[in-house]
């Protein structure tokens, strides 16, 4: 075994352990959307968790890898690499591509995700089986290739180290998209334009949820690195968690200050809220400045959640304010505080003109491709849930099942079958 056989072998096992630990995020995901919503709709969330990770991984073999990290064309897409066949020599890395498949598709799955908590209690289910395949397959994996698959704006130099827009801005305005093309859950808003409140299920469970993405994202930042020996790992690990801390921190004060308590659901957003501004420069950035990034990204949080708030936008977990508005500061703060080539260290503005320009190009895509794919959907496939199913609760209108249940005996098939079917026969009468 010579050197460069060891490192190849220390490379793959950092990239599969952080492509895990991203995969292990989902858990996040689930546990937080699932907590911030109301009870009856748990299980919805826990299947659309499902969704993700199970049909986004497939799209994305089949389809969004090639688009993103095939053979260029124009700057504009990726041509090779469909099921993972055809030519991807230009792929230069001690991993294999199997591996660094492995870690694309864990990042992937993440940008559905962020969606899913934007319509969270009132998206048909079926609707969000297709959304999937359109965001896995198509408007994430482009809009990737044009900043990580030698495309355009990545020629041009853009820095996005692991994705604050990428993955959290596109995400977020792909969210505000949906959320505002499906509308507010049923008595979210009255008549008179107030916001009514709607109460989390279970706060511990949501918190446990932020305590996985926090720790997911250690692989999601230093995992970007793709390689064992690199010796920003450390500092890119530390600003992560720096960045954490002072977003959870400013939105504790905030609200402690403003309310006279300390607001548990505003504490867990803005501590993904830090973790999310901090992703695009993680590599670039100095300590100080990561805690600059964290403590901004809890505030503008906090306004951004207050904005959808007066313009009556019903996002149930916070995906904009969390991942689209701390992605977009995130990505700036890069074009500022950038160690090298930042504005503010006398690298002029090249750097934060391409990051503004990156970042109308991303959100606007997201945006606009989801917003027209829900309305083309609608057409054959009615995007919201009905009425009745909203009331009930997509547990049952869905899955026919709810999060858990007290009955110690076994229930009769044929008793209750019996039961459902004479009611059916009462109803038409």
């Given at each position: 075994?010579?050197?460069?056989?060891?490192?190849?072998?220390?490379?793959?096992?950092?990239?599969?352990?952080?492509?895990?630990?991203?995969?292990?995020?989902?858990?996040?995901?689930?546990?937080?959307?699932?907590?911030?919503?109301?009870?009856?709709?748990?299980?919805?969330?826990?299947?659309?968790?499902?969704?993700?990770?199970?049909?986004?991984?497939?799209?994305?073999?089949?389809?969004?890898?090639?688009?993103?990290?095939?053979?260029?064309?124009?700057?504009?897409?990726?041509?090779?690499?469909?099921?993972?066949?055809?030519?991807?020599?230009?792929?230069?890395?001690?991993?294999?591509?199997?591996?660094?498949?492995?870690?694309?598709?864990?990042?992937?799955?993440?940008?559905?995700?962020?969606?899913?908590?934007?319509?969270?209690?009132?998206?048909?289910?079926?609707?969000?089986?297709?959304?999937?395949?359109?965001?896995?397959?198509?408007?994430?994996?482009?809009?990737?290739?044009?900043?990580?698959?030698?495309?355009?704006?990545?020629?041009?130099?853009?820095?996005?180290?692991?994705?604050?827009?990428?993955?959290?801005?596109?995400?977020?305005?792909?969210?505000?998209?949906?959320?505002?093309?499906?509308?507010?859950?049923?008595?979210?808003?009255?008549?008179?334009?107030?916001?009514?409140?709607?109460?989390?299920?279970?706060?511990?469970?949501?918190?446990?949820?932020?305590?996985?993405?926090?720790?997911?994202?250690?692989?999601?930042?230093?995992?970007?690195?793709?390689?064992?020996?690199?010796?920003?790992?450390?500092?890119?690990?530390?600003?992560?968690?720096?960045?954490?801390?002072?977003?959870?921190?400013?939105?504790?004060?905030?609200?402690?200050?403003?309310?006279?308590?300390?607001?548990?659901?505003?504490?867990?957003?803005?501590?993904?809220?830090?973790?999310?501004?901090?992703?695009?420069?993680?590599?670039?950035?100095?300590?100080?400045?990561?805690?600059?990034?964290?403590?901004?990204?809890?505030?503008?949080?906090?306004?951004?959640?207050?904005?959808?708030?007066?313009?009556?936008?019903?996002?149930?977990?916070?995906?904009?304010?969390?991942?689209?508005?701390?992605?977009?500061?995130?990505?700036?703060?890069?074009?500022?505080?950038?160690?090298?080539?930042?504005?503010?260290?006398?690298?002029?503005?090249?750097?934060?003109?391409?990051?503004?320009?990156?970042?109308?190009?991303?959100?606007?895509?997201?945006?606009?491709?989801?917003?027209?794919?829900?309305?083309?959907?609608?057409?054959?496939?009615?995007?919201?849930?009905?009425?009745?199913?909203?009331?009930?609760?997509l547990d049952i209108s869905y899955h026919g099942v709810m999060a858990a249940h007290q009955s110690h005996d076994f229930i009769d098939d044929e008793r209750l079958y019996n039961e459902i079917s004479r009611k059916q026969e009462d109803h038409k009468?």
């Amino acid at each position: 075994m010579n050197i460069e056989s060891l490192q190849a072998g220390l490379d793959t096992v950092w990239v599969v352990l952080t492509a895990a630990m991203i995969l292990l995020m989902e858990g996040g995901f689930a546990l937080v959307e699932a907590g911030f919503v109301r009870y009856k709709n748990n299980v919805n969330i826990i299947m659309k968790v499902f969704a993700d990770i199970t049909i986004g991984t497939l799209c994305y073999y089949v389809l969004g890898f090639a688009l993103m990290y095939g053979k260029d064309v124009w700057g504009a897409v990726g041509t090779s690499g469909f099921l993972l066949h055809g030519d991807l020599s230009h792929l230069k890395f001690s991993i294999s591509i199997d591996t660094y498949w492995l870690f694309q598709a864990a990042f992937a799955i993440a940008v559905i995700s962020i969606v899913s908590g934007a319509v969270a209690e009132r998206i048909n289910f079926r609707v969000y089986l297709l959304y999937i395949v359109l965001m896995t397959a198509l408007i994430y994996p482009i809009a990737g290739h044009w900043v990580w698959g030698n495309g355009w704006l990545g020629a041009l130099g853009m820095r996005d180290f692991a994705g604050s827009a990428v993955i959290h801005a596109l995400g977020g305005f792909s969210a505000l998209a949906a959320a505002i093309v499906i509308g507010p859950r049923i008595g979210k808003f009255t008549s008179k334009g107030s916001s009514t409140i709607s109460l989390p299920s279970n706060l511990p469970l949501a918190s446990v949820g932020a305590f996985l993405l926090w720790f997911g994202w250690f692989g999601f930042n230093a995992g970007s690195t793709l390689t064992a020996s690199d010796v920003r790992i450390g500092h890119i690990a530390i600003v992560t968690m720096l960045s954490a801390a002072a977003g959870g921190a400013s939105t504790l004060v905030y609200t402690l200050i403003r309310y006279n308590r300390s607001d548990a659901p505003s504490v867990i957003n803005g501590s993904l809220a830090g973790l999310v501004g901090i992703t695009a420069g993680c590599a670039f950035v100095s300590d100080e400045a990561a805690i600059f990034i964290g403590a901004v990204s809890g505030l503008l949080m906090m306004a951004a959640t207050n904005w959808l708030e007066a313009r009556k936008i019903d996002d149930p977990v916070g995906a904009f304010p969390v991942h689209a508005v701390s992605g977009v500061w995130g990505t700036l703060a890069t074009g500022l505080l950038a160690q090298d080539g930042g504005l503010l260290y006398g690298g002029g503005w090249q750097l934060f003109g391409v990051q503004v320009l990156g970042l109308v190009v991303l959100c606007t895509w997201g945006f606009t491709l989801t917003w027209f794919g829900l309305k083309l959907i609608n057409r054959w496939l009615p995007v919201r849930s009905t009425e009745e199913e909203e009331e009930i609760g997509l547990d049952i209108s869905y899955h026919g099942v709810m999060a858990a249940h007290q009955s110690h005996d076994f229930i009769d098939d044929e008793r209750l079958y019996n039961e459902i079917s004479r009611k059916q026969e009462d109803h038409k009468e």
